[in-house]
């Protein structure tokens, strides 16, 4: 049976793994349902709609699946709710709201979130990530699979972190950064990810992949448009493929390169 300290506040439609262990003035409200060997230390509050997976750990003061911190949404509306993964760690005082739309918010498997860390409603969050401490992502941010953020990163709303992308401590972002590039200061994709790439163990003709795919957008002169035709002619290679995505699906325009904050950074 689940380990629960008799201080704790379960309170609705709580589902409980066999071994789940919630700690010491946890308080539980709604349709929640937690999976095996996932422990809440204490001080942990859960609203729901929520589904927090297997094998995550929470530390005191966090909150989960609370109501977006939108003045048009109604707090005690459920909406779609929160979906986290497996094998996160959530530090000290994380928030992470619930969402607006029709889809959850999403958090995927083996993310760690430092102390005081929040992402906003309707996020959608991969798989790997380092999240340090005081860094805020706002509502409707995608964040690809292995993606560091340093302490104190504020990134804008509906902004888009590529896979592998690296955020300087410090810094803000209101664009796009592509998969494997570095924020180096704000709204400055100064340099690849090339440390990352190396320790993930990447194949050399995909890093010269990354190197070239820079080249083209940031050093070449090129309007972006016409970039993006020449980055095409390698389009068979399944790392080009990936920017070519990811370059095709922005939202809020490329980030740019350090003086080149006046070029145009859209496709329009």
């Known amino acids: 049976m689940p380990e629960i300290h008799p201080t704790a506040i379960l309170d609705g439609d709580v589902e409980l793994a066999a071994d789940v262990q919630i700690g010491p003035h946890c308080v539980i409200r709604g349709r929640v349902q937690i999976g095996e060997e996932t422990r809440l230390i204490g001080h942990v509050y859960l609203e729901g709609p929520l589904v927090l997976g297997a094998h995550n750990l929470v530390y005191p003061f966090t909150t989960l699946g609370f109501a977006p911190q939108d003045l048009s949404f109604p707090p005690d509306r459920e909406g779609a709710g929160l ?127 990354v190197k070239w795919v820079y080249k083209k957008l940031y050093r070449s002169s090129l309007p972006l448009r016409k970039a993006l035709d020449e980055i095409e002619e390698r389009g068979d290679r399944p790392l080009v493929a990936e920017y070519l995505t990811f370059l095709r699906g922005m939202t809020q325009g490329l980030c740019p390169h350090r003086g080149e904050a006046r070029r145009g950074t859209g496709l329009d």
């Open 83 to 209: 979906v986290i993964g497996d094998q996160n760690r959530f530090r000290e005082s994380v928030t992470i709201s619930r969402a607006t739309g029709d889809a959850p918010t999403r958090i995927g498997d083996r993310n760690y979130w430092m102390a005081n860390t929040h992402a906003g409603h309707d996020s959608e969050i991969g798989n790997d990530c380092v999240i340090a401490n005081g860094t805020l992502l706002g509502g409707w941010v995608r964040v690809g699979d292995n993606v560091f953020a340093g302490g104190n990163v504020a990134v804008h709303q509906r902004c888009q972190l590529g896979r592998g992308s690296f955020l300087t401590g410090s810094v803000g972002l209101n664009k796009d950064l592509p998969p494997f590039f570095m924020l180096t200061g704000g709204n400055v994709a100064g340099s690849i990810n090339l440390i990352g790439m190396r320790r993930s163990g990447m194949p050399s003709d995909q890093i010269d992949d």
